[in-house]
């Protein structure tokens, strides 16, 4: 049985409003543990996401525009001997800071699926010269568009969209994009708790059974912690990748081992060889 995103996802959704503070969204995530909810509007249609990273990265940028300059006489300058001393202490200084702002801003992956309204605000009012645009509310926080799934989809289609977005999480919505659950990297780590005997069984009835046809018994089916191991004759050789392909579908395979043989090979097409007439010499009857 293929698992679906509507068997794995969580129904109880944590969602914020357009116009909730930054401080009533984080204390949702705060409140319910996780690193990130989907935003709604007054349908409950997803308009947008948000995620530990953006507060973070609000945080950071609050954080550079507040800062003072320096008052006060500059420290005295130091001799070129002690400054030579002080060189590597001073480069790693530098670097722990430069590490812990990259971690801030530049490193923490951006959410895929657009720029959130308050960030292209912050462009315009930095080309136009005005002062920082400081997010406060969720519409404002949020990344957008939405990328969101369907719960009749697969979970290794979900997979794949996650992976390709760069998301840790899915807001699943019905036909009309309203909020129903959603589907966390957790959630679609669920199909890996399948039993080996669940895979095995799967992989016999429906695939070799059902889908290639193959007599009961053609091939053996051993799985042991999601490895697949696939022993047998199969009559064309062509039928051991479909084989494999197959299993590889299969929910909570990990991998596969292809200890499969054939009968004919249909792969390349049958040589043909000139005919040759044979003359036969009848002995004179005695």
């Known amino acids: 049985m293929t698992l679906i995103v509507g068997q794995v996802m969580t129904s109880e959704v944590v969602g914020a409003r357009r116009e909730m503070s930054f401080k009533d969204v984080a204390r949702l995530l ?3 543990r ?8 007054d349908d409950d249609k997803v308009v947008g996401v948000i995620s530990e990273t953006d507060l973070l990265r609000v945080r950071a940028l609050r954080s550079g525009s507040e800062r003072e300059p320096r008052r006060g006489p500059l420290p005295p300058r130091r001799g070129p001997t002690s400054q030579r001393r002080g060189l590597p202490s001073l480069r790693r200084g530098l ?3 430069r590490r812990r702002l990259f971690s801030l ?11 959130g309204p308050w960030r292209a605000a912050a462009r315009r009012s930095a080309a136009d010269g005005g002062g920082a645009v400081r997010p406060s509310t969720a519409e404002q ?3 957008t568009p939405a990328i969101t799934v369907h719960p009749e989809q697969r979970v290794a289609d979900a997979a794949r969209v996650m992976e390709r977005h760069r998301v840790e999480r899915l807001p699943v919505v019905d036909e009309e994009d309203r909020l129903i659950g959603i589907a966390t990297r957790r959630d679609l780590l669920r199909v890996f708790l ?3 005997e669940e895979i095995r069984r799967e992989i016999a009835e429906d695939v070799l059974g059902r889908a290639l046809s193959l007599p009961p018994h053609s091939v ?3 799985v042991g912690e999601g490895v697949v191991t696939l022993e047998g004759r199969l009559e064309h050789r062509s039928e051991i990748p479909e084989a494999i392909r197959l299993t590889w579908r299969v929910d909570g395979v990990v991998g596969v081992m292809n200890s499969l043989t054939f009968r004919v090979d249909d792969t390349h097409p049958a040589e043909r060889h000139p005919s040759h007439r044979i003359e036969h010499h009848w002995l004179p009857e005695r």
């Open 34 to 41: 996780i690193s990130g909810l989907p935003v709604v509007d």
């Open 30 to 32: 705060d409140r319910y």
């Open 95 to 97: 670097f722990s800071l």
């Open 220 to 222: 053996i089916v051993s």
């Open 105 to 115: 801003c530049g490193a923490l992956p951006r959410p895929a699926g657009g720029d």
């Open 141 to 143: 926080l949020m990344s």
């Open 194 to 196: 399948r039993t080996d």
